[in-house]
């Protein structure tokens, strides 16, 4: 999963601990107006650790009968700014992906399908939505092939959004990687309304919980 611009935030990167939502999030996924499923993320805390469990499952049907199906679970495990491990299956439409890390010098060896790479155990993955810090990142790890991926963001500016039924102030920002782009909103720093689109579709994200 990832969030899609032209030029990339001229921020500093550095180091800092996560900002950890207080509560799960759920949102519903819509298509052509239409509901096709859900992405649920928890957060358990245990000691300094931080366990990230991603759930994303979307069905197309065509006169009631199942025309695609994308399922992605991934887990996170967090210790402040530092990613401990990661592991991540996808079925996309009967093509299967797994990903999973190991600790290497200097960071995280992540084996993908395509490819076995290191990345930084500072990085932030293709699920961080949550995390404000998303949209400041340059590289990303691809939580479904298993890449470490360009992104390049373009500020929106701020709009009202309707949230769970309340109206809110949302600052948004326009996202590129390599095999998508989107639009990811944050009121008061709380990831609230995505949009996603590839391959032609797309998929809008509405906060729910």
């Not at 509901?35 to 993320?41: C, D, M, S, Y």
């Not at 049907?61 to 700014?81: D, P």
């Amino acid at each position: 999963m990832a969030w899609l611009g032209a030029c990339a935030v001229a921020a500093p990167l550095v180091p800092q601990a996560l900002a950890m939502p207080t509560r799960d999030m759920v949102f519903r996924v819509h298509r052509s107006g239409s509901p096709i499923g859900w992405l649920n993320t928890t957060f358990v805390r245990v000691g300094d650790q931080v366990t990230v469990r991603t759930k994303l499952d979307l069905s197309v049907y065509a006169a009631f009968i199942r025309v695609f199906r994308y399922l992605h679970t991934s887990e996170e495990v967090w210790r402040g700014a530092k990613l401990l491990s990661l592991s991540a299956d996808t079925n996309n439409d009967g093509k299967v992906y797994r990903v999973r890390t190991t600790p290497a010098p200097g960071g995280l060896q992540i084996e993908g399908p395509v490819a076995t790479v290191t990345a930084p155990a500072d990085s932030l993955t293709t699920n961080c939505s949550w995390n404000p810090a998303f949209v400041r990142q340059r590289m990303l790890i691809d939580c479904e092939r298993g890449r470490y991926v360009p992104m390049t963001v373009q500020p929106l500016g701020d709009k009202t959004l309707k949230v769970m039924e309340a109206s809110r102030t949302a600052t948004g920002f326009r996202t590129t990687l390599p095999h998508a782009e989107g639009e990811i909103w944050y009121a008061a720093n709380e990831w609230v309304h995505g949009l996603f689109r590839t391959k032609g579709e797309t998929l809008v994200y509405e906060r729910e919980s």
